[in-house]
């Protein structure tokens, strides 16, 4: 009878993302890679980087032989359950609509700092004529 592989919460996987504790997603397959890191390649910190998410297209990118892929299996522990979400839902974001808030924010800071010189000249000009007058 075959084991059932341990199904793990994207959440729980990406909570082991140091170098003492570093599991990444390849495949829909979560592995454990922390005893490897050090003996790994590319350096640990490329591994530790590719943690909290699924790594798949970046593991692809590499070009890994097929000696890498089966020494990979030697650390899988169990599967992603894709029952549960894999990413929060992110927000759009455009550079446009961040111009368009920063205008506002710089329009509503600087509304209270025009009207002092503008009150200052007004009230220069005020005087300046009253001073003409009174020759």
Known sequence: MPTLAKLYSME?????????????????????????????????DVVVEATAKDATDDFEDVGHSDSARELLQNFCIGELDKSTPTVPELEIYSKKKQASENTQNFMALSKPYWAVPVVIVGVSVVVGFLCLHKK
């Open 12 to 44: 729980e996987v990406s909570g082991h993302n140091t170098k003492d504790d570093c599991w990444i997603v390849i495949d829909g397959k979560v592995y454990d890679v922390t005893s490897y890191l050090d003996e790994h390649p590319g350096g640990d």
